[in-house]
């Protein structure tokens, strides 16, 4: 599903304008985002958070060169769905 599709099925649901419907998904997307430029972790609650983890400094390979790189600690952002969102994937969706 894309962006768009959600949009629409958003809209089709309420029966909102698809140009509302955008603007407030655009605008949830860009708040979770400044929040976690931020530091600070968005709590969904039954859906998941969106964290920040800090990833620690590694020794890594350039194989093309065969060279060791030090690349340095850094944060990343992450999702972590909650348990209830967890426990209704591993329910209702079939095992491929």
Known sequence: ???ADLVTNISNKLGMEKSN???TVET?????KHSLQSGDNVYLRGF???IVKTRAEKTGRNISKNTTII???HNTPSFK???VF????KTNVEVK
Request: glycine share 4%.
């Open 1 to 3: 599903m894309t962006k």
């Open 21 to 23: 419907v955008q603007a």
């Open 86 to 89: 967890i426990e209704s994937i």
């Open 71 to 73: 690349i340095p600690a």
């Open 28 to 32: 949830l997307m860009e708040e979770v």
């Open 48 to 50: 998941g958070s969106f």
């Open 81 to 83: 769905p909650a348990k």
